[in-house]
């Protein structure tokens, strides 16, 4: 861990941005859980490991990501063939599935890693943002509408049916428990003010749950889940949350406001562009369904 650790504070240092998602993070902090492997490159040369491949379960796929120390980028050719196949080995022994390998804005490098291990382009997420505060044309809209802050201790299994199924089908958001709610409960960015939930006649419809980032420059707001269940969809509840949620992030010390969606989703691509968010950047996905090792 403390190797590991060193490892993504060089990179962190040197990208400015945390290397490893959210539930890979949160994987690798709490020790590791069914599913969960790591696998670091050393040589008898330097002190620090030179790269970092985590494989971790999630909702009928696998996520994984790929990290090499800033000084031995120069090696990636050498270094990641390896690892991505160690990683993918470990896929299989598990029962196989599906695949999914993360890149921040990939080059051909990348393209030509994925292919070496026959993963092909997948997902891309576009990254958005905006500054704030909200115009108030935008607070006018919810000005009549409802929310209320998470309770953590009592909103845990009402929030994880809702979450569940708007996400049944998505690879991370998809499928989580009681263990991944309070995990993330823990964390020192949870605060449940910027956790808004909305409730029709008392049942619990919609949320928007929000999340400072105190370690980028500028500190910024980000529409970290948001969903509305199925059964109260196309009655505008998706666009009034994101302006509750947004409004719940404090202007004065996030002043840019940011959040992932598909490529894809057209839908929410132009909801987001009618509240003001514009592209800043790309992640991609490279994907491929890795066969069960036979052990017959």
Same mark, same amino acid.
């Given at each position: 861990?403390?190797?590991?650790?060193?490892?993504?504070?060089?990179?962190?240092?040197?990208?400015?941005?945390?290397?490893?998602?959210?539930?890979?993070?949160?994987?690798?902090?709490?020790?590791?859980?069914?599913?969960?492997?790591?696998?670091?490159?050393?040589?008898?040369?330097?002190?620090?490991?030179?790269?970092?491949? #985590?494989?971790?379960?999630?909702?009928?796929?696998?996520?994984?990501?790929?990290?090499?120390?800033?000084?031995?980028? $120069?090696?990636?050719?050498?270094?990641?063939?390896?690892?991505?196949?160690?990683?993918?080995?470990?896929?299989?022994?598990?029962?196989?599935?599906?695949?999914?390998?993360?890149?921040?804005?990939?080059?051909?490098?990348?393209?030509?890693?994925?292919? #070496?291990?026959?993963?092909?382009?997948?997902?891309?997420?576009?990254?958005?943002?905006?500054?704030?505060?909200?115009?108030?044309?935008?607070?006018?809209?919810?000005?009549?509408?409802?929310?209320?802050?998470?309770?953590?201790?009592?909103?845990?299994?009402?929030?994880?049916?809702?979450?569940?199924?708007?996400?049944?089908?998505?690879?991370?958001?998809?499928?989580?428990?009681?263990?991944?709610?309070?995990?993330?409960?823990?964390?020192?960015?949870?605060?449940?003010?910027?956790?808004?939930?909305?409730?029709?006649?008392?049942?619990?419809?919609?949320?928007?749950?929000?999340?400072?980032?105190?370690?980028?420059?500028?500190?910024?707001?980000?529409? $970290?889940?948001?969903?509305?269940?199925?059964?109260?969809?196309?009655?505008?509840?998706?666009?009034?949350?994101?302006?509750?949620?947004?409004?719940?992030?404090?202007?004065?010390?996030?002043?840019?406001?940011?959040? $992932?969606?598909?490529?894809?989703?057209?839908?929410?691509?132009?909801? $987001?562009?009618?509240?003001?968010?514009?592209?800043?950047?790309?992640?991609?996905?490279?994907?491929?369904?890795?066969?069960?090792?036979?052990?017959?």
């Amino acid at each position: 861990m403390d190797e590991v650790s060193t490892l993504l504070a060089d990179v962190w240092r040197a990208d400015g941005a945390r290397p490893l998602n959210d539930h890979l993070w949160l994987d690798l902090r709490e020790g590791g859980r069914e599913g969960f492997a790591g696998i670091i490159a050393r040589d008898e040369t330097h002190s620090h490991a030179l790269a970092y491949c #985590q494989v971790s379960r999630g909702n009928d796929s696998w996520s994984l990501d790929l990290v090499i120390h800033p000084h031995h980028r $120069y090696d990636t050719n050498e270094l990641a063939p390896g690892l991505l196949q160690a990683a993918l080995n470990v896929v299989a022994d598990e029962g196989g599935g599906h695949v999914h390998w993360w890149v921040f804005e990939p080059n051909n490098t990348h393209r030509q890693l994925a292919s #070496q291990v026959g993963l092909n382009q997948g997902r891309r997420l576009i990254q958005l943002r905006r500054t704030l505060p909200l115009e108030q044309n935008l607070l006018d809209e919810v000005a009549q509408f409802s929310t209320e802050s998470f309770v953590v201790g009592v909103d845990e299994t009402e929030w994880l049916a809702l979450n569940n199924a708007a996400f049944h089908q998505h690879p991370e958001q998809g499928g989580w428990n009681h263990h991944v709610i309070e995990s993330r409960e823990q964390e020192p960015w949870f605060n449940a003010n910027g956790f808004r939930i909305h409730r029709d006649n008392g049942t619990m419809t919609a949320f928007c749950w929000t999340k400072i980032h105190s370690d980028t420059e500028p500190v910024m707001g980000e529409i $970290y889940v948001i969903a509305v269940h199925p059964n109260h969809s196309g009655h505008g509840l998706g666009r009034k949350m994101a302006i509750a949620g947004l409004a719940s992030i404090p202007a004065e010390s996030a002043p840019i406001a940011m959040l $992932y969606v598909d490529s894809d989703n057209a839908a929410a691509l132009s909801l $987001y562009a009618s509240l003001g968010f514009t592209s800043h950047h790309e992640e991609h996905a490279f994907v491929g369904d890795i066969a069960a090792v036979s052990n017959s």
